[in-house]
């Protein structure tokens, strides 16, 4: 049994949760977000409370993320998510045009990456980028996709890392 799954999910004022066709929308003051109802999995709705409960124990598995899932879209339409990252190196910055964020990292050439819709870029002084959205998914990977585009490297600590992230430091050559 998933304990994480048997979690009553509380409803807030001013969010309302419905359930059509196996598609869960979830409406509040920053936004709508929805999200397909996992196979095996039923939904119920008393007293501004969410509980989920499985059909067979073949679907156990999706127990637990569902209630996961539904408690990130009731946080995210209520507070927001939000990811920092900053960028380590001489010369690299971020820069944000519109709906494009172009990424200065050490290369012949600056990286141009499409801002998805729903996420709000924020740069701080060029080595300090802000990702805010009501999806924690897509938020997620799009900070993911801006990583990758540099990672942190051991020996000098360069490269793209999130605010949060602690890189291990190696010492490198010695001379004998």
Do not use: W
């Not at 990583?147 to 004998?176: F, L, M, N, Q, T």
């Amino acid at each position: 049994m998933s304990r994480i799954g048997n979690r009553i999910i509380m409803i807030p004022e001013g969010v309302t949760v419905e359930e059509n066709d196996g598609v869960i929308t979830v409406k509040g003051p920053k936004g709508t977000l929805e999200k397909t109802l996992l196979r095996g999995v039923k939904y119920n709705v008393k007293d501004n409370e969410i509980t989920l409960t499985i059909e067979n124990e073949k679907d156990a598995a999706m127990h637990g993320t569902m209630n996961a899932l539904l408690q990130n879209m009731i946080i995210g339409v209520t507070k927001g998510y939000s990811r920092g990252l900053e960028i380590v190196g001489v010369g690299y910055r971020f820069n944000v045009q519109g709906s494009k964020l172009i990424i200065n990292a050490g290369y012949s050439h600056p990286v141009s990456l499409t801002i998805p819709e729903g996420i709000k870029a924020e740069v701080k002084d060029n080595t300090q980028l802000t990702l805010s959205g009501i999806d924690k998914e897509l938020l997620g990977e799009f900070a993911a996709q801006v990583r990758k585009v540099r990672k942190p490297e051991p020996y000098k600590g360069k490269g793209i890392r999130y605010s949060d992230e602690h890189i291990r430091r190696k010492e490198g050559k010695k001379a004998a």
